[in-house]
């Protein structure tokens, strides 16, 4: 499987959890999905927009 097809799907998995369960926790979001947290991804709003970052990999939503 692609590793763009990999994320869509997991972050259809995310979207469908939140949808459902409104907002979680990092760590109740990953045990809803059977995934082990990891405190490897920092989230932090600015202008308005969520930036999530691993190491020195950065993803927007907004």
């Given at each position: ?21 409104g907002e979680l926790s990092m760590f109740d979001l990953c045990r809803e ?30």
């Open positions: 499987m692609m590793e763009k097809t990999k994320i869509g799907l997991n972050a259809g998995k995310v979207w469908r959890i939140l949808n459902e369960k999905l059977s995934l082990t947290f990891e405190d490897k991804i920092f989230l932090r709003k600015r202008e308005g927009m969520l930036f999530a970052s691993i190491e020195n990999v950065e993803f927007t939503f907004g």
